[in-house]
């Protein structure tokens, strides 16, 4: 006699509501990778903080655009805009107990904010016109995620709305999304900058010696003299309005870490997105970043659990027999592949579970459309804070 199977890991229920309620809860990070809708699983966590009477606002830098679409606007910019929450089954129109503001990062026009909110109009002058400087804030590995921080200190500083939900960029590696600040940082303080920008400074060349010279001559037959001035003149202005440049960074990593911020990981039923949230999950871990818990997008359930699919392909079989009733040998065919796919993406999650013990799991059934408008993220948000289990299991996929 064989022994018993050791009971499978039942990862606990993750309580959206009671985290979108706490007046504790400031900031939410919703992570993952791409095409596991997580821009509309911000978007839904936005409207139903919204709705439950929290003034709300939702950053994204989906470069897709899905969060305007999703809420129904033409378009977002990198102030946060209204988002009309005002409604009713009756058509009359309902005034929401909380606000709802949504915007899209503007990478290189959050990076000119800071310069002109930091130098005097002339220095500010100098920097934004700067080649090398438009070059950096617009294409610099890391500026986007660096900015999308900065812009998270932003609306915290102002204390406009008491929930902030940011969209983080739709990167593979949790590594580009924590290690951004502290490596923009670094290279904006490095050692490089500051040596070549050392002749641009007064009596800096005395000081340092020829040593110097000869370096930034060698690195300007190879970049050209231009380049290498641009980049002096550029360090020079940036050097005397952020100082502490490094510093900031470092702010806003703590803030991460701060109580009052939760994240959030999005992950799909597949092996490939539950390895990235695994990853995510382990390197929020390590960083010591406070995790909310999982959120598990376009599952399937078959509200007929107790008929296998093994039983239901026999009695599909013996119906093509009797050369009757097609339709239900179909539809006996249909709830078996359902039942299977239930069956594997249970296997999946019960994998992340056993890796993760403890970490609160909400799925979200899939639905048969992309969202694309209010009524869809209510229907979103009514599964992530109900569990799904008012949700019918229809569908293909959540979009973003």
């Known amino acids: 006699m064989t022994a018993p199977h050791p009971p499978r890991p039942k990862a606990p229920a993750f309580d959206v509501d009671a985290l979108l309620d706490s007046p504790s809860t400031r900031i939410i990070v919703c992570c993952g990778s791409g095409g596991v809708g997580k821009t509309t699983s911000a978007a839904a966590l936005g409207l139903r903080a919204a709705e439950r009477g929290r003034d709300t606002v939702v950053i994204t830098v989906d470069p897709a655009r899905r969060l305007a679409q999703s809420m129904g606007l033409r378009r977002l910019d990198n ?45 500010a002058r100098q920097i934004l016109a700067n080649p090398f400087y438009q070059s950096l804030s617009s294409s610099f590995s ?11 200190g932003q609306l915290r500083q102002s204390g406009d709305w008491d929930l902030i939900i940011v969209d983080t960029p739709p990167s593979r590696s949790a590594l580009d999304f924590l290690d951004a600040p502290k490596r923009l940082g670094r290279f904006l303080d490095g050692r490089l900058l500051k040596i070549l920008s050392a002749p641009a400074k007064s009596g800096a060349f005395r000081l340092i010696g020829a040593g110097v010279g ?15 001035k641009d980049v002096q003149t550029f360090v ?13 960074a470092e702010q806003t990593y703590r803030l991460l870490q701060a109580p009052g911020t939760a994240f959030v990981v999005v992950a799909a039923p597949d092996p490939d997105a539950l390895r990235e949230a695994s990853y995510f999950i382990e390197r929020l871990n390590e960083d010591r970043m406070p995790l909310a818990g999982v959120v598990v997008n376009r599952t399937h359930r078959t509200a007929v659990q107790q008929l296998s699919a093994a039983r239901s392909l026999a009695a599909a079989e013996a119906l093509d027999e009797s050369g009757d009733h097609a339709l239900a040998a179909s539809a006996l065919r249909l709830h078996a592949e359902r039942t299977q796919v239930q069956a594997r993406e249970i296997r999946l999650r019960e994998h992340l579970t056993s890796a993760h013990p403890g970490v609160p799991i909400v799925e979200v059934p899939a639905r048969p459309e992309d969202v694309h408008d209010l009524d869809g993220l209510r229907e979103i948000g009514e599964a992530l804070g109900t569990g799904g289990t008012r949700q019918g299991a229809g569908g293909e996929r959540v979009s973003g």
């Open 142 to 152: 890391g500026t986007q995620e660096y900015m999308a921080m900065e812009k998270l």
């Open 214 to 228: 000869m370096v930034t001559g060698v690195i300007s037959k190879i970049v050209g003299a231009q380049v290498l």
């Open 79 to 123: 102030t946060p805009r209204p988002v009309p929450l005002a409604s009713g089954d009756d058509g009359a129109r309902q005034r929401p107990p909380g606000t709802l503001h949504a915007m899209m990062l503007d990478m290189k026009r959050t990076f000119d904010e800071i310069v002109e909110a930091h130098a005097d109009p002339e220095r």
């Open 236 to 248: 020079t202005a940036f050097d005397a309005v952020f100082g502490g440049f490094q510093e900031r």
